[in-house]
């Protein structure tokens, strides 16, 4: 059964770092895209971040591009987001997903396993 785990959320001023964790579990995560995605109240999912199979690739929205870097520990079956110079718009719930294709080209499918989520708040 694929499961996904998230952890790291918190509540941090702006300019400060978080280091987010998606720990997959029931197939071997390396083998897949695996990205991020994020949901702020009131808006729509959005897509912040993904790794391809065996990390090829990465690809970043152009709003946190050069800010947040996401990495595999494939020792630990785990994908990560740092998320540095945080900024309040960057305020919502955080969701790991892997649809189990090799290329992150439509993620979020409606064949998706997505995590439960985690909070990541940014405020003075």
């Known amino acids: 059964q694929v499961q996904l785990v998230e952890s790291g959320g918190g509540l941090v001023q702006p300019g400060e770092s978080l280091r987010l964790s998606c720990a997959a579990s029931?197939?071997?995560?390396?083998?897949?895209?695996i990205g991020w995605f994020r949901q702020a109240a009131g808006k729509d999912r959005e897509e912040v971040s993904c790794?391809?199979?065996?990390?090829?690739?990465?690809t970043y929205a152009d709003s946190v591009k050069g800010r947040f870097t996401i990495s595999r520990d494939n020792a630990k079956n785990t994908v990560y987001l740092q998320m540095n110079n945080l900024k309040p718009e960057d305020t919502a719930v955080y969701y790991c997903?892997?649809?189990?294709?090799?290329?992150?080209?439509?993620?979020?499918?409606?064949?998706?396993?997505w995590g439960q989520g985690t909070q990541v708040t940014v405020s003075s």
């Open positions: 029931g197939f071997t995560a390396e083998y897949y895209a």
């Open positions: 997903v892997t649809d189990l294709n090799l290329h992150c080209d439509g993620l979020g499918s409606e064949k998706a396993n």
């Open positions: 790794i391809m199979s065996r990390g090829i690739k990465s």
